[in-house]
């Protein structure tokens, strides 16, 4: 009997196997099965960064592309090739700074010394040496000063300037693009600061206001933003003590306008009682006078 149903159940097993329909419907059930499977992965994959956001995080998928800090945000360079071989020989006049610092800060041309508005910076074995741009820009204008000798400035995003000075000979012209790094010249001497050798004048603007390089060396541009936060808190605040003074001026003013409106009636009224009295006294001495000429006539 067992061999008998075992029998059947071959015969069974075979006949749906020769059925036309049997192996396209398996196809279709692994591929349904399949089907379903991706659907269900890419739905947790979108539903992981959701779940991530609520906790205050968020990974980025894999299929997106991250871009490059570097790209994004430039360093500020010593506009020098070797930073090690380079050092800073006079330094930016800053008010705050120690007393050692002012007297490096100063710059002493033809008997009198002038405050530096930038850095100085030579070869520690005083040769001369390659100049490049501390930052990607273009060149705004190249020009040949008497006393600072070649001169080269930059214009760069965000409102940043560059100046480089002393320079004895220039690679670039007006209005090109230089990357980080390009040369731009080479250090040489000049009249205003001849005590400081070979070197090159370097300067660094932020909208106009002169910042000490120094401390922005090594920094991302957008540290140079403080200085516009600052500058902006300072024209504010002068402007409020202006105003405030104004203010003070003008109620000054009015008290001043008070008192002498206030003096005015009284002096007006002394002056009524003066006018007064002197009308009196006139009338008294008419008095007087026709009184001696009635008793002159009565007389004669």
Wanted: no cysteine.
């Amino acid at each position: 009997m067992k061999e008998e149903n075992k029998g059947a159940s071959k015969n069974k097993w075979s006949r749906i196997f020769r059925k036309k329909w049997f192996f396209p419907a398996v196809y279709l059930t692994i591929a349904a099965v399949l089907l379903s499977v991706v659907v269900w992965y890419q739905n947790m994959d979108n539903q992981v960064p959701d779940a991530q956001e609520e906790n205050g995080e968020y990974i980025p998928s894999h299929d997106q592309e991250a871009e490059p800090v570097l790209d994004q945000q430039e360093v500020i360079q010593m506009p020098v090739t070797n930073q090690e071989e380079a050092e800073i020989v006079t330094k930016f006049y800053d008010p705050d700074a120690e007393q050692e610092e002012l007297e490096k800060a100063l710059i002493l041309y033809n008997n009198k010394y002038y405050q530096s508005d930038g850095v100085d910076i030579a070869s520690a074995n005083g040769e001369t040496f390659d100049v490049v741009a501390a930052l990607s820009g273009t060149i705004q204008e190249v020009k040949k000063d008497p006393l600072l000798g070649n001169v080269v400035i930059l214009s760069h995003e965000n409102e940043v300037m560059t100046y480089y000075a002393s320079l004895e000979e220039v690679s670039v012209k007006k209005g090109a693009e230089v990357k980080q790094g390009d040369k731009l010249g080479t250090a040489g001497k000049n009249v205003f600061g001849k005590d400081s050798g070979t070197h090159v004048y370097f300067e660094l603007r932020k909208d106009g206001n002169k910042v000490n390089p120094e401390a922005f060396f090594n920094q991302p541009v957008s540290a140079l933003h403080s200085i516009t936060e600052e500058a902006s808190e300072e024209a504010e605040s002068t402007e409020d003590a202006e105003n405030s003074a104004d203010e003070e001026g003008k109620q000054e003013e009015n008290e001043q306008v008070d008192d002498t409106s206030e003096e005015q009636p009284k002096e007006d009224e002394n002056n009524e009682e003066d006018s007064g009295s002197d009308v009196n006294d006139e009338q008294k001495q008419n008095e007087q006078d026709s009184d001696a000429t009635s008793d002159a006539s009565e007389s004669a």
